[in-house]
């Protein structure tokens, strides 16, 4: 299962798991800046948030959208 996580070290003995699971290559620590998105993808984001913005009766809801993405997916 892979995907990021954001932690908030609580114990100083959390921190030394958190290094001993890097030292496996468990774990990869990253900087918070570091978040890889793309950016053309946060220009088409913002573009389609404005195109949003511009035209409100374009858009439609999250049952639809689903189903419209179900349909593309068979």
């Known amino acids: 299962m892979n995907g990021y996580y954001f932690l908030r070290v609580k114990k100083d003995y959390a921190s030394a798991i958190i290094q001993d699971l890097q030292k496996l290559d468990a ?3 990253l900087d918070a800046d570091d978040n890889n998105i793309p950016e053309w993808q946060k220009k088409e984001v913002l573009s389609r948030l404005q195109l949003m913005k511009d035209n409100p ?7 639809t959208a689903m189903d419209r993405i179900k349909l593309l997916t068979k």
């Open 57 to 63: 009766a374009s858009g439609v809801d999250w049952d």
């Open 27 to 29: 774990v990869e620590l």
